[in-house]
């Protein structure tokens, strides 16, 4: 294939461009589609890692798509391949070969491909704060299969049985979880005062925090990280920033992604924290698109510009880059943010403006102690703005459609909490879009 040919250009290997590639042969069977992807691998589920890790499943479950995705929908996948550098001016993208180590091979390798149309689905990049003893081995990251596969090689080899986690939020939680399945002990070190700060109130947190102490877990808040002390080059420790010292093998880095945009910075194409996008996930320069943990966009609840990196939310923006590349029409105007973790065996869903309060916020609250569940709806001007639920999440998708439709709930807001919620006692207009499928399915 001559590059000149290459009608859709899709760099990353994800959520998003499986919802692109899928979207564009809905209406174009047989434009020439690239996708060039980091790692050489089949599209694989991301969040799945952590059950990889703890030997819950095995590396026949970790496909996201059947293996002959590429071929049913004849894309050329170059895996192994890293973009390098995105010139919209000229509408080409440097890219080379990765070596078997992660490493990009020399500039003689390094190849021009040029584009019509250009999706960035680049992801999102792990965030290692900078502590000293960072590049020691026995430190790493925890985002990829390949993270994984680092963590159990290490953990066999040297018999690790003590690992500090830096992080309380959902990539910490998970990977904590999941060394503990494998017999470590563990202690979970989060600056913020609380585990999952972004996404659980004070009550929802303190009910994390005990399934995780339950299940054998340590956890440090409302502390950091110093140094990691270093013997002969491998980690044996870590210093807190009051001197006090914990012993260890190994340290993983859970503090967050960021969007990883270097291969647009300086460029026309604008960035804030992530690509900036508009509805039709079109960047600031025409043909080109984000998608994803890469892309920064309008929270429809809380108005702000910001990237939403959530797995389902990838698929969907990735779908409307997809249709509008090939020509079709598709917006996403209700983009939120959704976080669902299992911790420790206590489920806890949280979406959209989910631990406001204060000013023009009404919330609701219900809790069931002796069944460890704990319910918090936010309202504003009569509409649910964000809710949360841990423990019993089985109505969850009602909230999400009533959510997402921007539902008037004042008439059955005595309901909310009931437990007599249902199809039933929505409202008559609401309830036959969801019955006819015009609307969210609950």
């Known amino acids: 294939m001559k590059n000149a040919d290459i009608r859709y250009l899709i760099l990353g290997n994800s959520t998003a461009a499986v919802g692109a590639i899928e979207a564009i042969r809905k209406i174009d069977a047989d434009g020439a589609i690239v996708l060039i992807g980091r790692e050489p691998r089949h599209v694989y589920s991301r969040p799945l890692i952590s059950y990889l890790l703890a030997g819950e499943i095995d590396e026949s479950r970790m496909d996201y798509r059947p293996r002959d995705f590429y071929a049913r929908h004849q894309v050329d996948a170059r895996l192994g391949v890293r973009a390098l550098r995105v010139d919209p001016r000229l509408r080409t993208v440097r890219v080379t070969p990765v070596s078997a180590d992660g490493s990009e091979r020399n500039d003689a390798t390094a190849e021009e491909l040029r584009f019509e149309t250009l999706l960035i689905a680049t992801g999102g990049a792990p965030v290692v704060p900078p ?3 960072r590049d020691a081995s026995g430190v790493f990251t925890f985002a990829t299969w390949d993270d994984a596969d680092r963590l159990t090689a290490w953990i066999e080899k040297r018999n690790a049985q003590h690992a500090v986690v830096v992080g309380g939020g959902l990539i910490g939680i998970k990977a904590a979880e999941a060394l503990r399945a494998r017999g470590a002990r563990v202690l979970i070190v989060e600056r913020e005062d609380r585990v999952l700060p972004l996404g659980l109130d004070r009550h929802a947190s ?26 002969d080059g491998v980690v044996s420790g870590v210093t807190f920033h009051n001197g006090r010292e914990s012993s260890c093998d190994l340290v993983v880095m859970a503090a967050g992604v960021a969007p990883d945009a270097s291969i647009v910075h300086g460029t026309a194409i604008r960035v804030d924290h992530g690509v900036l996008v508009d509805a039709r996930s079109e960047t600031s320069v025409p043909g080109i698109y984000a998608a994803g943990d890469v892309a920064q966009g309008i929270d429809s609840l809380s108005g702000a ?34 976080n669902a973790v299992d911790v420790c065996g206590l489920s806890t869903i949280s979406i959209g403006l989910a631990t406001a309060e204060g000013g023009d916020f009404e919330v609701l609250t219900t809790e069931d102690q002796t069944a460890r569940t704990y319910k918090r709806v936010v309202l504003r001007d009569g509409r649910i703005v964000g809710a949360l639920f841990v423990g019993d999440i089985d109505r969850v998708g009602i909230f999400t459609g009533l959510i997402r439709e921007k539902i008037d709930v004042t008439s059955f807001k005595h309901l909310l909490l009931s437990g007599r919620l249902g199809l039933i ?18």
Do not use: K, W
């Open 131 to 133: 502590i000293e003893g």
């Open 206 to 231: 303190s009910m994390a925090a005990t399934a995780l102490r339950d299940a054998g877990v340590d956890l440090e808040c409302g502390t950091i990280i110093e140094r990691i002390v270093v013997a």
């Open 305 to 338: 510009s910001r990237p939403i990196p959530i797995f389902p939310h990838a698929y969907r923006q990735g779908a409307v880059a997809g249709t509008n590349m090939a020509g079709g029409q598709a917006t996403f105007n209700d983009a939120f943010a959704q």
């Open 425 to 442: 006692t929505l409202p008559e207009g609401y309830r036959r879009r969801v019955v006819s499928g015009e609307a969210v399915a609950v």
